[in-house]
């Protein structure tokens, strides 16, 4: 059963999947031309160009992921999720193995920007004590796209067709919430509540890290 | 209308030595050597002086722009707030991240070592000048000058004790640096008494990723690179001829220097405080501080390149911990998504 769940998956995601892993496959070599390109001995400007687009890789893991927990939920919920409640297991395992092909489609853009760090590093000479990290930020990314993911999946499968309304809601209750304790003058908590939320171990502590893909 | 006349007097005081010294140079011409000599040190004393006086100016004038509203003296250590008067709370933050330094310094360092903080003076200002504003941060400046070239960072406040400490650190060795005059030009204010774990890794990815063949060859650990490359002196070795640098460009950021300096004073421990303070046997800063720390330039390279080696690569790669979180909040809000059926 979790083979056609996936199978259904893939089709119906294939073509978002194949964009992000496009632009993320091409995100390093960019990264180097945006760093200048120009002192193609020392990798410098690799190094500089995944500084200025790491922002934009966290940004791809949220935006990807949020569409890949929501696709297949709006497929199901035209049918009043007939097919799902139809079948002869729980309501709990369906939504695990839903959730469950939804991440294993992560895998894919995961190993794009593997092997776009691994072309770009091979354009370049690196001196002896600079080392490739293509693995490393890959499974970075995919971690944090992987938690993107769960996140949307969870608000996606609890709030319904209210999805998308009560997101806003949250972020704006959030950033009200900051906006509250600043001009209360209780920064400090406001401060303590966006260190649980942004630092490690937090929710988006993986997206505070910084992802590398050349370094000593 | 009193500064002002502070002011006033202290111009007119400043014309007196310059009087002086022309009517004592003037007879210095036809005095022998003995009491020429004398007169010389007695010129050097008035210009001493003028210097001095020149200084006060400087402060009055400083004084005058910004009002001084408020201020604070803890353990020898004086903390200006120009402009502004600051809360109870700040005001706290600021007095036990001064003692907390201080007993720091005693305890790791050794019993005397906060006498580096004695006479400290600095400044906290806000840029928009009023710290119980929303959104507002501050700023540490050497001195009574908020516009100082050692303006440190932004901080949000309330303030922390735990900042008010690392700065406070950090002051501390800017001032055991400026004991000497070769080591304060090679540092900069990039020496600290504080615990910096990444300052080895910090300083290893500057100088793999130097522009400088010469300090990338440092990085990989030919000692012979590494001392041409830490030397003031040695401009024409800083890059080989087949690198691309910039006119005037440095080899390797302060940064690298003060990770230098931060060895020494690990390898000499308490000697080094002692030490950098006497009379140098070189200019080479390098060999100022072997000196200092009580070991030759080759042992301290040595130690200092042991240490950039072992800082390790692991901040590029994710942790066990790291994923293990990742993973943990994943089922959490995979729990969560399970919680509701639809009808």
Known sequence: MFRTILRTHWMWTRTLVAGISLVVFLMPAAAWRLGGGRTILVGRSVADGMQALGPMLAFLALLGAFVLAVYPWTVDAETKHVYPLSLPITWTRYVGMRFLAGALTLVVPAVALYLGGRLAVSMIVLPPLLHSYAGALAVRWLLAAFVAYSMSFALQYLAGRRATVVALLIVLGIVGLFAGLELAGARDVGDAIGRFLFEFPGPLGVFSERGVLIDV | MCDAGQVRLARILSVVPLLAAAMLAMPASRADAQSAAEIGQRVAALADSMKATQKLLNAERVRQALPLDDSLVVDGVTVLFPGIAIDARNRNAVREG???????????????????????????????????????????????????????????????????????????????????????????????????????????????????????????????????????????????????????????????????????????????????????????????????????????????SAGLNESGATNAEPTLAFAAAAFFWSGFFLLIATRRRPR
Request: proline content about 6%; some cysteine; overall charge neutral.
């Open chain 2, 98 to 304: 001064i003692i907390d330094a201080r007993r720091s310094l005693d305890e790791r360092f050794g019993a005397g070592t906060s006498s580096l903080l004695d006479g400290d003076l600095w400044s906290i200002t806000f840029p928009n000048h009023a710290p119980n504003a929303p959104f507002e941060r501050a700023a540490f400046a050497e001195g009574r000058d908020p516009s100082a070239r050692t303006r440190n960072g932004d901080y949000s406040l309330p303030l922390s004790a735990g900042e008010i400490e690392d700065f406070m650190l950090s002051r501390a060795g800017r001032r055991l640096m400026q004991r000497n005059a070769v080591l304060d030009e090679f540092v900069g204010v990039a020496f600290s008494f504080r615990d910096n774990e990444r300052q080895a890794y910090v300083a290893r990815r500057l100088l793999a990723l130097s522009a400088s063949s010469v300090a990338r060859n440092c990085a990989a650990g030919a000692m012979s690179a590494c001392r041409a490359v830490l030397n003031p002196q040695a401009r024409d070795k800083w890059f080989a001829p087949s690198d691309s640098a910039r006119p005037n460009a440095r080899a390797v950021p302060l940064g690298v220097h003060g990770s230098l300096a931060r060895t020494a004073l690990d390898v000499g421990g308490p000697r080094f405080l002692q030490a950098i303070s006497a009379p140098n046997t070189s200019d080479e800063p390098l060999v100022i501080l072997a000196t200092a720390a009580g070991v030759t330039p080759d042992s301290l390279l040595r130690a200092w």
